[in-house]
């Protein structure tokens, strides 16, 4: 766990998670390559540092399994989830993956734009 943020008490409730130091490429990458979780960190990453409740993504997939990316996501390190009353909330550990390894969110996320972008419709 991040023991610079454990016992936090801006952030009760905290949930565990790797340390920056203790973030591995495999288990990133891994996270990444399932669409539901890419869409996720894409989303947290839209809200520009922000947080979003667990229930605030529309995805097509029941409770347990959005329960189980969002574990996936944390303990690969992506995103920092903290209770607040009954709900988890994500936040996006977008500085702490810069810091480890640099430039690989932003290209991830770029390359993954076009698979979110809603297709325009063609009239002629």
């Known amino acids: 766990m991040d023991q610079d943020r454990a016992g936090d008490p801006e952030c009760p409730g905290l949930l565990p998670e790797p340390a920056v130091a203790e973030l591995r490429l ?3 990458l ?37 329960t189980h990316h969002f574990r996936v996501l944390r303990e690969a390190g992506l995103i920092r ?16 993956l ?8 932003d290209a991830v996320l770029a390359a993954a734009g076009s698979c979110f972008a809603t297709p325009k419709s063609t009239t002629h």
């Open 81 to 96: 989830q903290h209770r607040r009353g009954t709900s988890k909330m994500n936040t996006l550990r977008a500085a702490d």
């Open 98 to 105: 810069a810091a480890r390894f640099p430039g690989l969110l």
């Open 26 to 28: 495999e288990a990133v």
């Open 30 to 66: 891994h996270a990444l390559s399932d669409p539901t979780r890419l869409r996720i960190v894409a989303e947290l990453a839209g809200v520009g540092g922000g947080e979003l409740n667990c229930l605030a993504f529309e995805l097509p997939v029941t409770k347990s399994t959005l």
